[in-house]
């Protein structure tokens, strides 16, 4: 029979280690986690071969005592933990367990210096054997260095990846605490990589650290948040639904300043931009939720990554609510990258050399394009007989009159007819002063072309529209849905847990036009569905829901159905392109997008409109 036995300390620390220490990113957390924890407002990370072959922290905290040292790299000894209260975790970390676990799978080497003493204390621990602590000098604080990470552990070496990815990861750990303390100045450098510097800032300042750390783009096309429900603060800054990324690497979430990636705060970000972003491109953000350490668990995973809140409904709810206001109330506006981006493609076109045949081919079909002209000095020239085909919509469905096209801006063989000019007469001079100014032409009949005061707005006609549409379909579904009552109502079996989790909500499911009640103890029946959808498959339906309430507690698969139908409907019941639209058209078009929130983007995530500012086109044409 097999005998119970005691484990060496090494083989404990070894094991500790596996789950403390994945790889060299997990070292420099839990150094520079214990550097802030110390009171450090000066740290600097040093790094060779990915970490695996030196990682190295220096910072100017309060350091340590010769006896604090001595049990520092001991196991379940730790600073941060007072009166052994698990719940009132008001620090980085507790668990005591960093040190002598990095000192069994590695070879370190902590040097540090108290305020109250005259000289520091050194200690060396490799492969788990210790040394005894001699003096050493130091100014005040603490450096550490770890060499030969994993030597006593050759296969958890071998799972390591390339050491610039190692690097890479590194990298990401210093950028998210230092997005969360922006007071405390941080230093990245090595022979494998660039050096990072980001100097501290006044305390609080994350738009400041947030322009260090993840460039101007998202400093300038950010949104502020700052929400308080019920206990819990929701703080920091919302990337514009025009500014998407290929992934969620952008996505900085911290609880009490602890960075995390939870699975709840990361899908309510995502529930959080359904209206403004495409389910396949990602947000950037930098979130801080503030609460009371007794209403979250952080110890649910070693490397406490992922948290757990005593009311996640409560927190999902505040960071989606305050997402989608934070949207509502930027109004018209998007991301400037795409203006930037359109100048780019500005600049290559007028820095590429027309070729001869290029040229002669232009002259010859000159007559028979759309060109630029001065509308002021154009002789009179009738538009041709054709018209375009206009689709005719409903009153409520357009805001703008659908009749057929008459003081339009189209350029037909260089010239424009006297109502296209006396159109533009009847554009208010007091829209040249709006954000999104007056229009002054509509280009292959897509684009709005609009001057503003200080540069030109191009508008995608059709975008605008579906998302002017769609706001105001949601804000009928917010009056009231709409119900159907089925003939016979459909019976549903689910598990018993799943049937209660209904139950319990079905006045919340009834408010948004599903209305159910029990069936018997493995059942429910439905009563009524919404208008909106139609002939659908109510039984999946209520088996997504019930899905939700599970692993949420939010009824949120209906209204994003919801939503999607409303986002179909808008798509087909908006201006399409190639639609000739006239003046006064344009204008009100123009008006209702600086009126409606995220207007700035369509229901699919794409920018409405570009604004270029004169002072960049002035550059194409090398008059700055």
């Known amino acids: 029979m097999p005998v119970i036995i005691q484990l060496s300390p090494v083989t404990i620390n070894r094991i500790a280690a596996g789950e403390v220490v994945e790889r060299p990113a997990s070292v420099v957390k839990e150094l520079v986690e214990n550097a802030i924890d110390a009171g ?20 100017n905290g309060v350091g340590m005592t010769a006896d604090d040292l001595s049990m520092a790299v001991e196991r379940h000894c730790t600073s941060k933990l007072i009166e052994d209260d698990l719940l009132d975790i008001r620090t980085l970390g507790f668990r005591g367990e960093a040190l002598p676990s990095i000192g069994s799978v590695a070879d370190l080497r902590i040097e540090t210096r108290h305020a109250s003493e005259d000289n520091g204390w050194a200690i060396t621990v490799s492969g788990g054997s210790r040394s005894d602590i001699m003096p050493v000098g130091l100014s005040q604080g603490t450096r550490i260095e770890v060499r030969n990470l994993f030597f006593s552990t050759p296969a958890r070496l071998k799972f390591l990846k390339s050491e610039r990815a190692e690097a890479g990861a590194i990298t990401d750990v210093v950028k998210r605490l230092a997005l969360a303390h922006p007071e405390i100045r941080f230093s990245l450098s090595g022979s494998d990589r660039s050096t990072l510097d980001y100097p501290g800032l006044a305390e609080g300042d994350f738009r400041g650290r947030a322009l260090q750390v993840m460039g101007a783009d998202f400093a300038e096309n950010s949104i502020e948040i700052d929400a308080l429900r019920e206990g819990v603060r929701l703080t920091g800054l919302a990337g514009l639904g025009t500014l998407q990324k290929a992934n969620a690497q952008s996505q900085y979430l911290f609880v009490n300043g602890r960075p995390v990636r939870d699975k709840l705060l990361l899908g309510a970000i995502r529930a959080g931009y359904a209206d403004v972003m495409a389910r396949d491109r990602f947000p950037a953000a930098v979130l801080f939720v503030d609460l009371d350490p007794h209403e979250v668990d952080v110890n649910v995973h070693p490397t406490k990554a992922d948290v757990r ?15 989608r206001r934070a949207h509502a109330d930027a109004g018209h506006r998007a991301a400037s990258t795409h203006g930037a981006a359109t100048l780019d493609v500005l600049g290559a076109a007028v820095s590429r050399p027309m070729s001869t045949a290029g040229a002669s081919s232009w002259r010859s079909d000159y007559q028979s394009r759309p060109v630029a002209f001065d509308w002021r000095t154009a002789p009179d020239r009738p538009l041709p007989d054709e018209a375009p085909t206009v689709r005719t919509f409903a009153e409520d469905e357009v805001p703008f009159d659908a009749g057929p096209p008459q003081g339009r801006f189209s350029v037909v063989d260089g010239a424009v007819s006297a109502d296209a000019r006396a159109g533009l007469a009847e554009v208010p001079v007091e829209s ?5 100014g007056a229009p002054r032409a509509q280009i292959h009949e897509t684009y709005i072309v609009a001057q503003t005061e200080t540069g030109l707005v191009i508008v995608d006609q059709h975008a605008a529209h579906e998302r002017l549409v769609y706001e105001r379909l949601k804000r009928e579904i917010a009056k009231g849905v709409e119900t159907q009552m089925l003939l016979i109502p459909e019976i549903v079996d689910l598990p018993e847990e799943d049937v209660n989790r209904l139950i319990e909500r079905a006045d919340e499911l009834a408010e948004l036009g599903l209305v159910v009640e029990a069936f018997g103890p493995g059942a429910i029946a439905i009563r009524e569905i919404p208008a909106l959808l139609g002939r659908t498959d109510t039984a999946a339906l209520l088996r997504d829901i019930a899905d939700d309430l599970a692993e949420w507690d939010q009824a949120t698969r209906l209204k994003e159905k919801l939503d999607a139908i409303a986002a179909t409907m808008a798509c087909h019941g908006s201006v399409r392109a190639g639609r000739r639209l006239r003046v006064e058209e344009m204008d009100a078009l123009l008006r209702e997008m600086e009126e409606t929130p995220n207007s700035g983007q369509c229901n699919h995530g794409r920018p409405t409109f570009v604004e270029l500012k004169l002072s960049d086109i002035e550059r194409l044409f090398g008059r700055r």
């Open 309 to 323: 809140f005593r009311d996640p409904g409560l927190v999902r709810g505040l960071l989606v609510g305050a997402l």
């Open 432 to 436: 040249l002063s709006r954000p999104l």
């Open 40 to 59: 450090a407002d000066r740290i600097e990370v040093v790094t060779s071969g990915g970490g695996k072959t030196l990682l190295r922290v220096t910072d």
